[in-house]
C-alpha cells in the first residue's frame, strides 16, 4: 500500500501540468540566454555549454571551482520526457478516442530523444579534395590531435594519434607502439608564431630540437567568430628509456611534420586536425560552379566523384550538389563550398546516428494530429445523431 501510494505521488508530481508550464519557461529563458551569449562564445561555444550540457556552470566568487547555476538543455529535455510518459500513465487511458494524443506524445518523446542521440554522438568534419585527387579521410574542424608518424617502411605508414582532449590535460602519454613517452609540457588552444628575436615579449623557449628552437609562441583568446578557427600549439617532450630525447613545438601553423630519429626507425611529428579514417574513398572527377548570368553569385556547386569500397563491391560515380548529400558509410557528405579557384572542393561529412529520427517524429505529430481533429471533424460532420447529448439546432 505504502509502495502504491508513493508512485501515486510520485505520478502526480511528475506529470503536474504546473511542471510542464515550467519546463517551457526554463526553455524559453535558456534559448534568449544563449542568443545574448552567441556574440561572446560563438555558435559551437552555446551549443555546448547551454543545450548539450546538464547544467550550466559559472565560476564561484570564492575559490577555484565552478558552481551550477541553470539547468541545461540535456536536463530540461530529459525532466520533459519524463513529465510526458507520467502523463499517459496518470491522465490517458489507452483507447481509440486518445489515438491521435497518443501518436503526437510519442512523436514529441522520440523527438527529444533523438536530440540527445544527435548531440552526444554527432560528429562534423571536412574533406578537401582537389579535382583528380583521393582522399580517404576526413578532417574535424574544432578539434586537433597529435600524430606520431613512424614513416620508415615506404609503402605505409603507422600512425599513434593523441586527442586534444589527452593534450590539454598536460599529462604523459605511453602507448605500447612507441619506443618513448610523450610528455606534454604545456597546450594552447589558440596561438600565433613568429621567428625568435623579431618581437618584444619573447619568454623562455621550452623546445630544445626541431623547428621551434627559433620560433615564439605568443597565446591568444579563443576566436568566437564563426568563420574562423584556432590554431592550436604545444609543447611536447619525448623520453625514451635513457633519458629525455628532446622537446619540440608543434602547432598547427606548421605546415611540415618534423623528424626524429630514434632506434633506427624514422619518425614524424605533427599537430594537425583529427582525422576519421574512411573504409572506403573518393575521387573528385570534376566540380563544377554554376553562377547567375551576368553576376558573381553562386548558383550552384556540384561535385562529381567516384565512390570506391565495400571491399570491392562498390565502384560507382556520384554527383554531390547542393542539398542533395552523398550517404554511404553511416555518413553523410554535403556540397560545402570550394577553394583553389574552383581546383578543390569541400565537403562538410557528418556522422549522426539519430539524423532519420526528425523526419519520423515530423510524420508521427502530422499523422496524431490528424486523426485527432479528423475524428472530431468526423463526428461534427455525422450530426447531432453522433452526439446523444448535444442540443439540438
Known amino acids: 500500500m505504502a509502495r502504491n501510494a508513493a508512485l501515486r505521488q510520485f505520478l502526480a508530481a511528475a506529470s503536474s501540468l504546473r511542471l510542464t508550464v515550467a519546463l517551457l519557461v526554463l526553455s524559453m529563458f535558456l534559448i534568449f540566454a544563449a542568443t545574448l551569449d552567441q556574440v561572446h562564445i560563438g555558435v559551437w561555444g552555446v551549443q555546448g555549454k547551454y543545450f548539450h550540457s546538464f547544467f550550466i556552470w559559472t565560476k564561484a566568487p570564492i575559490g577555484n571551482f565552478n558552481l551550477p547555476i541553470f539547468p541545461g538543455g540535456y536536463l530540461l529535455g530529459a525532466v520533459l520526457i519524463v513529465n510526458l510518459v507520467a502523463a499517459h500513465f496518470s491522465r490517458f487511458k489507452l483507447s481509440a478516442s486518445k489515438a491521435g494524443i497518443w501518436i503526437i506524445h510519442l512523436g514529441l518523446i522520440l523527438l527529444l530523444v533523438g536530440e540527445g542521440i544527435s548531440g552526444m554522438m554527432q560528429r562534423d568534419a571536412q ?49 605500447p607502439r612507441l619506443p618513448f ?22 619568454g623562455p623557449n621550452p623546445a630544445t630540437t626541431g623547428a621551434g628552437t627559433g620560433l615564439a609562441l605568443m597565446p591568444l583568446p579563443p576566436t568566437r567568430k564563426d568563420d574562423e578557427a584556432d590554431a592550436p600549439a604545444c609543447y611536447v617532450e619525448l623520453r625514451g628509456a635513457d633519458g629525455p630525447l628532446g622537446a619540440w613545438l608543434v602547432s598547427t601553423r606548421l605546415v611540415e611534420a618534423q623528424e626524429l630519429s ?11 586536425p583529427a582525422r576519421d579514417y574512411l573504409p572506403f574513398s ?9 553562377v547567375y548570368p551576368g553576376t558573381e553569385i553562386p548558383k550552384n556547386f556540384a561535385s562529381r566523384v567516384r565512390l570506391r569500397g565495400g571491399a570491392g563491391r562498390d565502384d560507382r560515380e556520384v554527383r554531390i ?28 561529412v557528418v556522422s549522426n546516428p539519430g539524423w532519420q529520427l526528425p523526419y519520423l517524429c515530423c510524420a508521427m505529430i502530422a499523422l496524431g494530429l490528424a486523426v485527432q481533429f479528423g475524428r472530431h471533424l468526423f463526428r461534427f460532420l455525422r450530426g447531432p445523431r453522433a452526439n446523444p447529448g448535444a442540443p439540438a439546432p
Open 127 to 175: 574533406m578537401r579534395i582537389d579535382v583528380g585527387a583521393t582522399a580517404t579521410y576526413a578532417e574535424s574542424t574544432r578539434h586537433v590531435e597529435l600524430a606520431v608518424i613512424d614513416a620508415t617502411a615506404r609503402d605505409h605508414d603507422d600512425v599513434v594519434s593523441i586527442p586534444d582532449s589527452l593534450l590539454s590535460g598536460l599529462g604523459t602519454v605511453q602507448d
Open 181 to 202: 613517452t610523450v610528455r606534454v609540457l604545456s597546450y594552447f588552444p589558440n596561438a600565433t608564431i613568429r621567428v625568435r628575436g623579431l618581437g618584444p615579449m619573447e
Open 262 to 272: 630514434f632506434q633506427g626507425r624514422r619518425w614524424l611529428l605533427s599537430l594537425r
Open 282 to 290: 573518393i575521387t573528385l572527377l570534376k566540380f563544377t560552379h554554376d
Open 321 to 348: 550538389f547542393m542539398n542533395n548529400p552523398l550517404r554511404y558509410g553511416g555518413r553523410a557528405f554535403y556540397q560545402a563550398g570550394c577553394d583553389n579557384n574552383d581546383r578543390t572542393t569541400i565537403l562538410q
